[in-house]
Every structure is written in structure tokens, then in C-alpha cells.
């Protein structure tokens, strides 16, 4: 499949978040971050302020739950009409119950790992998803470094994916920019998170379809 392009609106400005939700109008989905400043040590929105975006976005949303007791909240992000919500593996008791509740509620199922956590852990829940989410920095904050050592991992992951013939995207989030999009493309990711790349160019659209190139290979 092409590739897309997730800005994140971590990087946008708060005070003007539907200006700058439609100036990445040219991407693909908008990667919204979900903190609880426990499971990560930030704070960012909620499920009133989700809500609202869903209304104004011009695109469906990529909603990133990185937040405790994952199998009590995911559900309702999904019920705000968020297209597709992505909890961590780490914090959800019940995986696959989540997963299946989730896709119930009429949204795509995306899980993601900390760079920590070893896919072994997670191989047997890749039927029951539609995209791994392989973190590339710590989660909590942008601006970080792309760590190089997930690139491994990505590798795994396509090949686990491509083997059993499974339709599951791979999402790759943290230090995604025109460095290392090709990287990351090359190991089997086809769906990258962007927030600093993005919002930090003089050029909104044409980064974001530089991004896009960079990626297809």
C-alpha cells in the first residue's frame, strides 16, 4: 500500500488547533496524542477535547492512547467516532478482548510497543489487529531522536506480518523527518507520525509530500 502521512498534532499550537488540523489537510490521518501523565510523564487532552476535533478535522483521526487502564478508556475514544484508536500493549489487561471491542465500536484496532517491549510479546495478537504501532522514540514527548535500533524490530514485524498473510499496517512514531522516513520505509513501515517535521516547516503541504516521497520505496 502507499505510505502515509500522520501529522502529529503534538506539535501544533493549542490556542489555534483547528487552524493548524486543517493546514495538514494534504496528509492522510491526524495523529492525535493522548496523555495521562501516568503511563507516560505528560499531559495532553482528552476524550471532550477529541471529540471536538472529530468535528472539525478534515480528516479521520489516528488517536494514540498512551494512558493507563487502557481497556476502560480505549472503548470510549472509539465511541467519540475517532477512526481508529491505538492502545498500548503495556497497558491493557486484556488485549485481545480490547482489540475485539474496539473493531465492535466501528474503529480500526492499532496497538503499540515501547521500544522495551520485544515483539515475542505480541506476535500471537497480530491477527486481532490492524496496525502495529513500533515507537521509535520513548513515548511521552516529541522533538526526541529516532532510535535506529527499532529498525530491527520493524523488520520483524513485516516479515511476521507478511508470512502470515496478515492486512496489518505498520505505524512508526518519534523523530520521523525527511532523515529518517526512508529508513524506516525500508524496513517495512508504511504509516509514519510526523509532528515537529511537519509543523516546524515553512512549508506545511510540500513537507508533507516530501515526506510522502521519501517514503515510497
Same mark, same amino acid.
Given at each position: 500500500?502507499? $505510505?502515509?502521512?500522520?501529522?502529529?498534532?503534538?506539535?501544533?499550537?493549542?490556542?489555534?488547533?483547528?487552524?493548524?488540523?486543517?493546514?495538514?489537510?494534504?496528509?492522510?490521518?491526524?495523529?492525535? +496524542?493522548?496523555?495521562?501523565?501516568?503511563?507516560?510523564?505528560?499531559?495532553?487532552?482528552?476524550?471532550?477535547?477529541?471529540?471536538?476535533?472529530?468535528?472539525?478535522? /478534515?480528516? /479521520?483521526? +489516528?488517536?494514540?492512547?498512551?494512558?493507563?487502564?487502557?481497556?476502560?478508556?480505549?472503548?470510549?475514544?472509539?465511541?467519540?467516532?475517532?477512526?481508529?484508536?491505538?492502545?498500548?500493549?503495556?497497558? $491493557?489487561?486484556?488485549?485481545? *478482548?480490547? $482489540? *475485539?471491542?474496539?473493531?465492535?465500536?466501528?474503529?480500526?484496532?492499532?496497538?503499540?510497543? *515501547? /521500544?522495551?517491549?520485544?515483539?515475542?510479546?505480541?506476535?500471537?495478537?497480530?491477527?486481532?489487529?490492524?496496525?502495529?504501532?513500533?515507537?521509535?522514540?520513548?513515548?511521552?514527548?516529541?522533538?526526541?531522536?529516532?532510535?535506529?535500533?527499532?529498525?530491527? *524490530?520493524?523488520?520483524?514485524?513485516?516479515?511476521?506480518?507478511?508470512?502470515? +498473510?496478515?492486512?496489518?499496517?505498520?505505524?512508526?512514531?518519534?523523530?520521523?523527518?525527511?532523515?529518517?522516513?526512508?529508513?524506516?520505509?525500508?524496513?517495512?513501515?508504511?504509516?509514519?507520525?510526523?509532528?515537529?517535521?511537519?509543523?516546524? $516547516?515553512?512549508?506545511? /503541504?510540500?513537507?508533507?509530500?516530501?515526506?510522502?516521497?521519501?517514503?515510497?520505496?
Amino acid at each position: 500500500m502507499a $505510505a502515509l502521512i500522520n501529522p502529529s498534532i503534538l506539535s501544533a499550537d493549542f490556542v489555534n488547533l483547528e487552524r493548524d488540523i486543517r493546514a495538514v489537510a494534504d496528509a492522510d490521518w491526524v495523529h492525535v +496524542d493522548v496523555m495521562d501523565n501516568h503511563f507516560v510523564p505528560n499531559l495532553t487532552i482528552g476524550l471532550p477535547v477529541v471529540e471536538r476535533i472529530r468535528e472539525v478535522s /478534515p480528516l /479521520p483521526l +489516528d488517536v494514540h492512547l498512551m494512558i493507563e487502564d487502557a481497556d476502560r478508556w480505549a472503548p470510549q475514544f472509539a465511541e467519540t467516532g475517532a477512526q481508529s484508536v491505538t492502545f498500548h500493549v503495556e497497558a $491493557a489487561a486484556h488485549p485481545e *478482548k480490547l $482489540a *475485539k471491542e474496539i473493531r465492535r465500536l466501528g474503529a480500526r484496532v492499532g496497538m503499540a510497543v *515501547k /521500544p522495551g517491549t520485544p515483539l515475542e510479546e505480541v506476535e500471537h495478537l497480530l491477527p486481532g489487529i490492524d496496525m502495529l504501532l513500533v515507537m521509535t522514540v520513548e513515548p511521552g514527548f516529541g522533538g526526541q531522536s529516532f532510535m535506529d535500533d527499532q529498525l530491527a *524490530k520493524i523488520s520483524a514485524a513485516r516479515a511476521l506480518i507478511s508470512a502470515s +498473510d496478515l492486512d496489518v499496517w505498520i505505524q512508526v512514531d518519534g523523530g520521523i523527518s525527511r532523515e529518517t522516513i526512508a529508513r524506516a520505509a525500508e524496513a517495512g513501515a508504511n504509516v509514519f507520525v510526523a509532528g515537529s517535521a511537519i509543523y516546524g $516547516a515553512e512549508d506545511i /503541504p510540500l513537507e508533507i509530500e516530501t515526506l510522502r516521497r521519501l517514503a515510497e520505496v
